[in-house]
């Protein structure tokens, strides 16, 4: 909140204390903003979308392009003669799309406690994505090399 650079191993600021998911808008002080049905409904029509009715519009932006990043690439992958490590994405794809889908209704119980795609697992989720697309360039340009 203050703009202090903080590793992300840190749940608190080490300048001014505040929740590092603060700026993830990934805690709120109010209450929940949505029926947790309501928020499963949307999370389920477009990924990201039930957790921004539920205050937690930079989180739910932040799965939705993991979701669709993953999504597109695996399809690409696949279309390249990659299926393995194409259906991999594609299945993380999907995973991130029913966790979020979950997480969205939680957040709007007012559970964030159960949460399972927190920002710190969204940014692994992202790292393992960019790793298997670093894997596939390389087989493509050593096949093509």
């Given amino acids: 909140m203050c703009e202090t650079a903080n590793p992300l191993t840190e749940s608190t600021c080490s300048a001014c204390g505040a929740s590092i998911y603060q700026s993830f808008g990934a805690e709120r002080e109010e209450g929940p903003t949505v029926a947790p049905a309501a928020a499963l409904r949307l999370a389920l029509l477009l990924p990201g979308l039930g957790h921004a009715k539920a205050g937690q519009g930079l989180l739910g932006m932040m799965l939705g392009v993991v979701m669709a ?18 259906w991999l994405l594609i299945l993380i794809a ?3 799309y029913l966790v979020g889908a979950m997480d969205a209704y939680r957040w709007a119980q007012g559970r964030p ?3 399972l ?14 790793a298997v697309l670093l894997v596939a360039t390389f087989q493509l340009v050593g096949q093509n090399g």
């Fill in 69 to 86: 990043l993953s999504l597109i690439f695996g399809i690409s992958l696949v279309a390249l003669g990659r299926a393995p490590l194409g």
């Fill in 94 to 96: 999907v995973g991130v």
């Fill in 113 to 115: 406690d159960e949460v």
């Fill in 117 to 130: 795609l927190r920002p710190r697992v969204l940014v692994i989720v992202f790292g393992f994505v960019f």
